[in-house]
């Protein structure tokens, strides 16, 4: 039997190594317009219930909706604070958002499995229903509480439901931040009931100058490559330049970029690579799929048409990738599978 995991051996899953938690991090890159509309309605007081936050994995959603809930938790829906929503890092509250311990934010995310010890796949109906003892208790000192979903998209359906009721009986003084991903993947009714906040990626020179600062060890040209492959997100970029980063998303791009002239011998290769990695297959998946859905972006802003069956398999591979991972399945089939699928789509349209 599985040892059972206990809670303070459960490391944070999204915390990536030297770098500041999204609720430590003051740094907010590049994404000024959304701040400032965030601040606009802020200050003058016409907050919405609720704010969907939307952008690529890695982008800064995480750390646009700890400022935010910093600021509320801090100075309410008013202009006492500064206009780019900063909280001094030494604030009392901004020392226990840091902490995890303020008692008016609530955070909800898949958490690990309590005997595998692998992060569950979906974010819990249970998870979700917290929402509603959270914003049923008395406000705290400031007023406020703040709740957010990170991210919307790992929500099952049932959860996805017990959010909708929590959208239709909005309480006052309170907000909700959904983060995600892939807003198209949500409820209509939950899209909705939100207002929009969508974040833009990087561009690359704006991203190696990033780079820069937090990794200064790396060479120009390093820099330079992962500001490429990243698709414009600081988060991507950071985890590249991890272990084996950087050599797994170049062969998820070789993969892409050979769709249309598929090569067996070095799929196979890959494949072979990958079983014998830790997480290998799971962290290729997520630099496979973050590529492919960036060159759909592009594409989409190109006004490229016919980019419903490169959706379809982008999605087919992410539940892919989810099972391979969850049901401990064979890695090499799942990346024969991979190739296939791509191969077999861009026969009816290269990106």
Request: hydrophobic letters at 45%; charged letters at 25%; proline letters at 5%.
């Amino acid at each position: 039997m599985a040892r059972r995991i206990k809670q303070e051996d459960i490391a944070e899953t999204d915390r990536l190594e030297g770098q500041p938690h999204p609720r430590e991090n003051f740094a907010l890159v590049g994404q000024g317009a959304a701040l400032s509309r965030a601040s606009r309605a802020i200050r003058a007081g016409r907050v919405p219930s609720a704010w969907l936050i939307t952008g690529p994995p890695g982008i800064g959603k995480a750390t646009t909706a700890y400022r935010i809930a910093r600021y509320l938790l801090r100075y309410g829906a008013t202009a006492d604070g500064a206009e780019d929503l900063s909280v001094a890092s030494n604030d009392p509250v901004s020392l226990q958002v840091a902490a995890g311990a303020h008692p008016g934010l609530l955070v909800l995310k898949r958490g690990l499995n309590p005997d595998t010890g692998k992060l569950m796949t979906v974010l819990s109906v249970a998870e979700i229903r917290k929402l509603a003892g959270f914003f049923g208790m008395t406000s705290g000192a400031g007023g406020w509480r703040v709740a957010i979903v990170d991210t919307a998209d790992d929500m099952n359906d049932q959860a996805a439901n017990a959010l909708l009721k929590a959208l239709e009986e909005p309480p006052s003084r309170a907000m909700l931040m959904l983060l995600a991903n892939a807003p198209g993947r949500l409820l209509p009714t939950i899209r909705s009931r939100c207002q929009r906040l969508d974040l833009r990626p990087l561009g690359e020179a704006e991203l190696e100058a990033e780079l820069s600062k937090r990794l200064p060890d790396l060479d120009a040209g390093e820099r330079a490559s992962l500001a490429k492959l990243s698709g414009g997100s600081i988060g991507a970029a950071l985890s590249l330049a991890s272990e084996d980063g950087l050599a797994l998303a170049t062969e998820a791009e070789q993969l892409i970029g050979r769709a249309t002239s598929p090569d067996l011998s070095a799929t196979l290769a890959l494949a072979e690579k990958l079983a014998r990695m830790t997480d290998g297959v799971e962290r290729f998946g997520g630099f496979l799929t973050q590529a492919l859905a960036e060159r759909i972006r592009v594409r989409a802003l190109e006004g490229g048409a016919r980019l419903d069956h490169w959706t379809a398999v982008l999605e087919k591979l992410k539940g892919s990738f989810v099972r391979t991972d969850a049901l401990h399945l064979e890695p090499r089939q799942t990346i024969l599978s991979t190739a296939r699928a791509i191969s077999q789509t861009a026969r009816r349209g290269a990106l």
